[in-house]
């Protein structure tokens, strides 16, 4: 495959830069897509706030658990096979639900739909890798960065249309047609695998799920269950067991799944740190966001998709502009700025309270997007630069995997916080409500506001102290996000590389005309 002149890509270049794009959008747009949802859900399905919590971790932990061992199934048998078959069982996944109404059905099938995707993750990143020109690398991952940040906002606000006209199963509907759309596409991709097949590590990636997994299992049910619950502490531990057990398995073998020692690169490693806490707190929060625009603003699932849509314009923007700066100024600037940023964010966010408009969830939402997009492209150039050639598809499995985890982690960090946060303000009401609206009020707020609208005004003040019970765990939530990226800024500020720069043609420039080459070369 040949450069066409002035260094421009040609139309089958261009072709699979454009279905790796849609399908990381798609993967990263499933992740949040149920936000809108989860309140029609909680009514039409009886799920309670940490259920509902599971409905969007179960699909985030699946990917995040796989992620590493999907990267190097594709440098062995094929970056497009890999692709293909994820494809083929996120579809599948996606639509199980509408054949599945109860919760833990619906979770079940999100776990399936999220092994899929952990197929598609890493090969969409490692087609670009191994597939384009050295010189047009950093112009393709600083385009395939921006969109995945903004995936989680197509997400949320496809879902909000979808939701103005029909039920929340449309939403799974949806989600399979565009799966089944991409799997035709991706077929028509060239296939792309290392020179010298890595061989398959089974045990690192049995530890490497079970430390992922029965990790965030400990976080999500810690502050609703207890941290000294056996449950808790049995699952906490046999994790970080597991992860002691990998690395040190990694380290000892001769075919690792993950090199541990691309981790002495800082700026790998600090690319990695940094991706993990930038999708930790945002998708921790996007988790709070819509339900508070729904429940408490009482917007509908198309205005509180429509509410987030600002958060779009600096985080794109930023994300263009962000390997320039990076260039400019090295690693460790633009990312201790940006997560800095994202902290001020999330800490100016904890003041919301009943009587708050959409302004004051705004302007903060605005700042955490502007950090966001500075520090997401430099993140993933980083991390890509530090990995050899023939491991581009176990970089691509880093990048995802840091990602996913961070989702997961913080979809649990902030859940489990905000259901424990309602459970405990709730506690003192629940005993004044008649039998029949004790369950309902006490699982979510959504439960609690449908009791409010049967009982008309005579429930005033229990949809007050509910919406004052799930701000708590809101403020709580916050708070924690704030003071764990926070303190990823200060980690980074003494770790990250200095003047490290990155790939001169990641600037925005190039990243626009790549862009602008991709539409042309697509009509």
Partial sequence: ??????????????????????????????????????????????????????????????????????????????????????????????????????????????????????????????????????????????????????????????????????????????????????????????????????????????????????????????????????????????????????????????????????????????????LTIQFMVTFGIFLIIIQYLQLVLDYSPLRASVATAPMMVPLMVFALIAPWIAGKVGLKAITVTGLLAMAAGFYFLRELHVGSGYSDLLWPLLVMSSGLGLCASPATVAIVNGTPADKQGVAAAVNDATREIGAALGIAVAGSLLAAGYARGMDPVLPQLPEAARGPAGDSLAGALEVGRQAGPLADPLVDAAKTAFLDGAEQASLVLAMITGAAAVLLLLWAPGRRRVAADTGAPALVETASDLLSGLR
């Avoid at 040949?2 to 261009?14: A, C, D, I, S």
């Fill in 1 to 274: 495959m040949t450069m066409v002149e002035h260094g421009k890509l040609t139309r089958p270049q261009l072709w699979m830069l454009g279905v790796s794009c849609l399908a990381v959008v798609l993967v990263i747009a499933s992740m949040a897509a149920l936000y809108t949802a989860l309140p029609d859900i909680a009514i039409d399905t009886d799920a309670t706030q940490s259920q509902m919590t599971w409905l969007v971790d179960g699909y985030t932990l699946a990917l995040a658990c796989l992620v590493l061992p999907a990267g190097s199934l594709g440098d062995r048998y094929g970056r497009r096979a890999v692709l293909v078959v994820g494809l083929a069982i996120f579809t599948v996944g996606s639509g199980l639900p509408l054949l599945l109404g109860t919760p833990n059905w619906i979770i079940a099938a999100r776990v399936v739909a999220g092994v899929g995707a952990a197929f598609v993750m890493p090969s969409t990143l490692s087609l670009l890798t191994s597939g384009l020109p050295a010189g047009q690398r950093g112009r393709a991952v600083g385009l395939w960065a921006g969109v995945a940040g903004a995936g989680a906002m197509v997400g949320v606000l496809g879902s909000g249309l979808l939701l103005l006209w029909w039920s929340w199963e449309s939403i799974f509907i949806g989600l399979t047609v565009v799966g089944a759309a991409l799997l035709a596409c991706a077929v028509t991709l060239p296939e792309y695998r290392a020179e010298q097949p890595p061989r398959m590590d089974p045990v690192g990636s049995v530890a490497v799920a079970v430390g992922i997994g029965l990790g965030v299992l400990a976080i999500l049910e810690g502050p609703i269950r207890g941290w000294t619950e056996p449950l808790v502490l049995g699952a906490g531990a046999v994790a970080v067991l597991a992860l002691i057990g990998f690395t040190l398995w990694e380290l000892r073998s001769t075919h690792p799944l993950l090199d541990v020692r691309l981790f002495k690169d800082r700026g790998f490693a600090s690319g990695s740190v940094s």
